[in-house]
């Protein structure tokens, strides 16, 4: 292939002679070279990945095209938890399809965050609005893991007792869900019939959980249910249907202390699994201890509003073992979808929905029940539950006909209608189900006590932008507030900030990819599974492994599920006591957390004064729990953006003393065809699909984070009601967040063997390049024997902070002013900076980004030396806002100019931070965690 028809040159920011000029900046006259004196010669492997030499755009799209042709998209009524919904034109071409939305970060730079911050905030606000309870979060992974979370966090605040009664009228993937969660944490699940369980006399009870709608359609009222339970002391919660709410009586108005589910319906296609946002709302009571991340109002350093993450001292990078969850990466895209999908409907628009839904659905129940069929159910919204007597035939009828049902068993189908369902397609199913004729007589489809009478929605944002015209413009004005990665760099040490390109991304948009609900027959998949396989197979040979599993539907949950394996391979070999799980106090918070969750006990392991693994700490702490040691949790390379060259002697330590190494592998980036965690050593890894293998990140998911695995934990891998092995799924979907596989699936097909390699090459090649350019300014924390680094590099900035009062903060909000989101921030050291620029950056993007470090070098000096003013300055008062910088009146020591306009690039194109800098000490001292719009509480404030 020429450089032209070659996707690798598209990918790979280094063009032409840069490359060089890169390698002798860093004092190596080949690539060969400066690789191998980075990565460690015993941990390298020269064998070349074994995958299909590298495609051409066309030819990669044309042969995902064949293979996902082999679906058959059939109208899917299967309901259970996923139904079919019209995604609006102007949210799937404005925000699906615009790397101006799916290329950004997660919002922690909250000043340039502000677009998605606000669709966040009306995601909470829908979800509190709609389920009556008083604050949200903005999103979890699924309905299953949801519903896990709910439990965990009623458990965290229940005095004793560890039992859970789940309804057996849940939907089944959430009952499995539950119940591998529950396992390792010593919960006992009874799943029952709730109407005959008497809370009173169920010894240890401290939560239920029901579902409403129910799985079978019906629309119970379980108000005096709650009450008996609270009486008992246990926690409510109800796992419910976003669009049935708008006319349902709200969760909260009927005794609801938690409400979870799946947003779903509300625009986000079928993508045979996710991703799809869940969510989470609950009492006011409880919201200091709610999962995930929650979206506050707070104000800027001009005294107006602005949003951010609040509470964030709660999440699990602080709380590590205390953490009641390990929840990272979120579903940003997907809520910020479902939110804006609501804004454009509005309340009418989502009940003219709802209605239509429900009066089809009632068109259906009176057609068969004049017909004679037995329609199970007696209240209903979207769902009816019918006896027959042949259930397979049944399916096999409608399937004729191109539409799915769902069997429940051998004697009873379902069916769930939604937005997408038309006439034809009630006669259809009423036609296969036994009714010759449709009847328009109206049953009453639930109890008149059940409907809804709150108003909801009433917040402006939700009653404005309802025309085409005006909804365009309201997402393009919050776009732009944003900086993603088609405005600048974004250098974020860990998170693998590198091209989304354009052809990875094209599928997604494919009906045979978004339009297949996760559980139809396995011959209408057959496409997914042959590109689901395909991909698995090239992971587990990037990873050195026998067997990867893509259900982990974030990196967070691949951990547990790795973690998961070991526990399940020592408890089959007997070893119950082995519960002790060895960390590095480097370690990424996600990783204790995920420990906890699958019952070990996290002993931490010091580092040295390089950052890497204290090896005598760690062989003093594997003697001293010999007996009970399960694993141990490392990242490679490290968290300090170094190979270790002891990695392959910390292995086998761990395996002499019975152990299993747990690799976090969110740095793979820096070994994919250099190395492999298999090869190192490791017995399972996880990987961060949306980190290494371009999955964008959506400004804080979705991600995938599948793990692969040695052959003695092949057996214990992740399973599903609808795989051959069943045991322990870790989410909803047989294959979690299955359609944006195939950006990864794109991504190795066309970069091949060689392309993987070269990338991985110049990643390196870049962040040594980086740290070179900055170490004169600012000193590299940690290198390895050779003074390089791996893919990232820490930057130090804790002397001039010292001598300037200048904080990395002030540093990271400076860099706004110059057009870049900072990198990582005092993580994992406090007062540094984690720079990853990746292999997609060409050598004038990463000059740019260091001309402005180095100016920010020269404004710290200007205090440091007295002439700047210590509090007065550019960086103190950092960002700048359009509005301030051109008021009438400017009181600063400094210039406009210099506060704006710092380096002369900015005068071709700059970049505008909507707000000043924001205090996060108000915003968490005062959380309002709901909208109102920006614009309101502006006309408040003055
Ligand atoms: C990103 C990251 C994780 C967590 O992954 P999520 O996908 O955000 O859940 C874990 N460990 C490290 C080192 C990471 O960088």
Redesign the pocket.
Known sequence: MSAHTDFRSRHLGAIGSDREEMLRATGYDSLDALIADTVPAGIRSDAALELPAAKSEPEALAWLKAIMGKNKVLKSFIGQGYYGTHVPGVILRNILENPGWYTAYTPYQAEIAQGRLEALLNFQTLITELSGLDVANASLLDEGTAAAEAMSLALAGAPKGKVFFVSDACHPQTIDVVVTRAEPLGIEVKVGDWRTFDPASCEGLFAVLVQYPDTYGTVADYAAFFEKAKAAKAVTIVAADLLALTLLKAPGEFGAEICVGSSQRFGVPFGFGGPHAGFMSCKDALKRKLPGRLIGVSVDSRGKPGFRLSLQTREQHIRRDKATS????AQVLLAVMASMYAVYHGPEGLKHIAKTVNEKTAALAASLTAAGVNVVNESFFDTLTISVTDADAVLAAAVEKGINLRKIDAKRVAVSFDETTTDADVAAVANVLGAKSLSSDKTSAWHADLSRKSAFLTQKVFNSYHSETEMLRYIKRLESKDLALNESMIALG??TMKLNATSEMMPLSWPEVSSVHPFVPADQSAGYREMLGLLEGWLANVTGFAAVSLQPN??????YAGLLAIRRYHLSRGDTHRDVCLIPVS??G??PASAVMVGMKVVGVKCDEQGNIDVPDLKARIEEHRENLAALMV?YPS?HGVFEETIVDICESIHAAGGQVYM?G??MNAQVGLTSPGGIGADVCHL?L??TFCIPHGGGGP?V?PIGVAEQLVPFLPGHRELDSKEGPVCSAPWGSASINTISWMYIAMMGPDGLKDATELAILNANYVAKRLAPFFPVLYTGTKGLVAHECIIDVRPLSEKSGVTVEDVAKRLMDYGFHAPTMSWPVAGTLMIEPTESEAKVELDRFCDAMVSIHGEIMAVINGEADATDNVLKNAPHTADSVIADDWSHAYGREQAAYPLPYLRNHKFWPSVGRIDNVHGDRNLVCTCDSVEAYAAAAQ
Do not use: L, M, P, Y
């Not at 390990?326 to 990466?329: G, K, R, V, Y």
């Not at 974030?554 to 951990?559: D, H, I, K, L, V």
């Open positions: 390990n929840i990272c990466t860990s998170c974030a990196g967070s949950q691949g951990e370690a990424h996600t990783n990242t968290t976090d969110a740095n961060n949306h980190k991600g984070g």
